[in-house]
């Protein structure tokens, strides 16, 4: 086929977030993400568990290697928004980032390449929701 799955996990939201062109309202959600047969980026594939929930999909915009210590998704917080910026996954040793509006780049290289975040101004900013991964 043209993908498989690598990865299945599960997410509770507690606040409203975009991730692409997506708008997740607060709640829980499961995951899949998937490679394309093809190479270059992931897919993710995002379900709402309420009922009538949002769904869709999402592409990996670069793939890093990671020491994070926990599975987690990492939000950014702009004005009153939450932008999710990143899929950690220290279990499979990489992490996910996805395309952010240009003003938070930088903020989303940081959090790539820097392990701890120092800065308490950055902390404020970015949020991390635990990420549960489930059997396959």
Request: aromatic fraction near 8%.
């Amino acid at each position: 086929s043209m993908f498989h799955g690598v990865a299945n996990g599960k997410f509770s939201l507690p606040f409203q977030a975009q991730w692409g062109n997506m708008t997740l309202p607060a709640g829980n959600y499961t995951f899949s993400l998937y490679e394309f047969a093809s190479g270059g980026s992931l897919m993710v594939r995002v379900n709402g568990e309420a009922k009538g929930s949002a769904h869709g999909y999402v592409l990996t915009e670069a793939q890093n290697s990671t020491r994070a210590p926990e599975n987690e998704l990492l939000c950014i917080h702009n004005g009153n928004r939450q932008i999710v910026a990143a899929l950690v996954l220290p279990t499979m040793g990489k992490s996910f980032s996805f395309k952010v509006p240009s003003a938070e780049k930088m903020l989303t290289r940081r959090i790539n390449h820097n392990t701890n975040i120092q800065s308490a101004e950055a902390t404020d900013l970015i949020q991390s929701v635990p990420v549960k991964l489930t059997a396959k």
